[in-house]
């Protein structure tokens, strides 16, 4: 199951409770992305370890 965010307009604000969900899916995506990031910049042998 995927579960995307709000996303505003430029005819369409959006409300503060739909704000507040993207703030709340962002917070969850975030140690997720960080791992992948890691793990991409770990598995590339061409990159300087500093």
């Given amino acids: 199951?995927?579960?995307?965010?709000?996303?505003?307009?430029?005819a369409r604000r959006l409300a503060s409770a739909e704000r507040?969900?993207?703030?709340?899916?962002?917070?969850?995506?975030?140690?997720?992305?960080?791992?992948?990031a890691h793990l991409k910049s770990w598995a590339d042998p061409h990159q300087a370890p500093y």
């Fill in 20 to 36: 507040e969900a993207n703030r709340v899916l962002a917070a969850g995506r975030v140690p997720v992305e960080r791992g992948f």
């Fill in 1 to 10: 199951m995927v579960v995307t965010g709000f996303k505003a307009t430029r």
